[in-house]
C-alpha cells in the first residue's frame, strides 16, 4: 500500500515485512523480519536508511525529493504495555493511514477509540 500527501512531499508506505534492526543484518547473509518473514542477503554495498528505533515497524514515511527516510510507524497502535495486541492483517488497515494538511506541514493519525495523534512535518514530532 501506499499514500502520497496532498502536495506529494511524501511518500507513506507499508509492507507486512516489519523493519528489522540493522545491526542484525549482515552483508552477504540472508535474515529475518521480527515477524518471521526470510529475507534474502544484502549487498556488502547496502545501505539501510532506517535505525534501530525503527525495528518492529512496518509503515514509513519518506522525502519524495531526497529519498529520506522521515519516520516509521507501527501498525499496532500504541497500548498498554503488555496487552498483547495482535497485528492488524492488509485487509484491516484503515487506509489512508494519515490525514494531511493541504501544504502538508501537519498529518494525523486516528486510533479508534483511543486518540488523535497530530504530527508536524518540520521534525517529525508529536
Same mark, same amino acid.
Given at each position: /500500500?501506499? *499514500?502520497?500527501? $496532498? ?9 507486512? @515485512?516489519?523493519?528489522?534492526? $540493522? &545491526? =542484525?543484518?549482515? !552483508?552477504? +547473509? %540472508?535474515?529475518?523480519? !521480527?515477524?518471521?518473514?526470510? @529475507?534474502p !542477503?544484502?549487498?556488502?554495498? %547496502? +545501505?539501510? #536508511? ?8 512496518d509503515?514509513?514515511?519518506? =522525502? ?8 516509521t510507524?507501527?501498525?499496532? #497502535? #500504541?497500548? +498498554?504495555?503488555? =496487552?498483547? %495486541? $495482535?497485528? @492488524?492483517? #492488509?485487509? *484491516?488497515? !484503515? ?6 494538511? =493541504?501544504? &502538508? ?8 477509540? *483511543?486518540?488523535?495523534?497530530?504530527? /508536524? ?6
Amino acid at each position: /500500500e501506499i *499514500q502520497f500527501s $496532498p502536495s506529494e512531499s511524501y511518500l507513506v508506505t507499508y509492507s507486512p @515485512m516489519l523493519l528489522t534492526d $540493522p &545491526d =542484525d543484518i549482515l !552483508p552477504g +547473509k %540472508a535474515y529475518s523480519t !521480527p515477524n518471521g518473514i526470510k @529475507m534474502p !542477503p544484502l549487498s556488502v554495498h %547496502a +545501505k539501510i #536508511p532506517w535505525s534501530s528505533r525503527d525495528e518492529g515497524n512496518d509503515i514509513c514515511i519518506w =522525502d519524495v525529493r531526497t529519498g529520506k527516510l522521515m519516520r516509521t510507524f507501527s501498525m499496532v #497502535p #500504541p497500548t +498498554k504495555e503488555g =496487552d498483547g %495486541a $495482535p497485528r @492488524m492483517r #492488509p485487509s *484491516q488497515l !484503515p487506509w489512508p493511514i494519515f490525514k494531511w494538511t =493541504d501544504d &502538508d506541514s501537519y498529518f494525523a493519525r486516528l486510533i479508534k477509540g *483511543q486518540s488523535i495523534m497530530i504530527y /508536524e512535518t518540520t521534525g517529525f514530532t508529536l
